[in-house]
């Protein structure tokens, strides 16, 4: 999301709203599901459960990691696809610039 600032828009490449939507839901439901497990393993925890399959999940490493880099992933392409060039804000003078 904030790395969308860095794209300069030269045109009206109409996906740049979607792709901002879609990069703020995947970050929400990673947020949400990371929560869900906390509470799951402190449930865990405060009743003394020792079946692992109570609190633990062993594949929501790897499936954080895919959500990610798949959101990096379709970045890049929305930069390659828009033709999108990077750049920096330039620092503004204070006080007259000399």
Request: hydrophobic share 50%; with cysteine.
């Amino acid at each position: 999301m904030f790395s969308l600032a860095f794209f300069e828009d030269h045109t009206d490449f109409p996906f740049r709203l979607l792709l901002t939507a879609v990069a703020w839901a995947a970050g929400l439901v990673c947020a949400l599901y990371g929560l869900r497990q906390f509470h799951r393993r402190r449930r865990a925890l405060l009743s003394a459960n020792d079946d692992p399959t109570a609190w633990e999940s062993p594949s929501a490493p790897a499936v954080v990691v895919a959500v990610f880099s798949g959101m990096i992933a379709l970045m890049v392409l929305y930069a390659v696809v828009s033709h999108q060039t990077f750049h920096t804000h330039k620092p503004v003078a204070v006080g007259g610039g000399r």
